[in-house]
Nanobody, 127 residues
Framework: EEQLEESGGGLVQAGGSLRLSCTASGFTFEDHTIGWFRQAPGKEREGLLCIRRADGSTYYVDSVKGRFTISSDDAKNTMYLQMNDLKSEDTAVYYC????????????????????WGQGTQVTVSS
């Protein structure tokens, strides 16, 4: 069974950093697009960034560009989201997703048509 599991969330002060992990089981990331999303209380889920492993294309929404970075460890079948200079408005549940969608350019973060979603991990930034 294909699954994604996020970890690494927690409470951090504004200006601090966190690294979220997204580990896949039942499939490998190598042919997929991986996206990161978040949902704050009372708000809709928003796409933040993606990477398409097939061609390395990436996309970062303006609000996280320069602060968030996606990386991978293929040996561990794990993707990471490094989040620096966190702000109170980054407080949300963060989700990773994987699927065969395009990333970047006119496709942005690839929409919501990903095949697999994690259960989410809470990130709380105190001001």
């Amino acid at each position: 069974e294909e699954q994604l599991e996020e970890s690494g969330g927690g409470l951090v002060q504004a200006g601090g950093s966190l690294r979220l992990s997204c580990t896949a089981s039942g499939f490998t990331f190598e042919d997929h697009t991986i996206g990161w999303f978040r949902q704050a209380p009372g708000k809709e889920r928003e796409g933040l960034l993606c990477i398409r492993r097939a061609d390395g294309s990436t996309y970062y929404v303006d609000s996280v560009k320069g602060r968030f970075t996606i990386s991978s460890d293929d040996a561990k079948n794990t993707m990471y989201l490094q989040m620096n200079d966190l702000k109170s408005e980054d407080t949300a549940v963060y989700y990773c997703a994987a699927g065969f969608v395009y990333c970047g350019g006119r496709y942005g973060y690839g929409g919501f048509e990903y095949d697999y979603w994690g259960q989410g991990t809470q990130v709380t930034v105190s001001s």
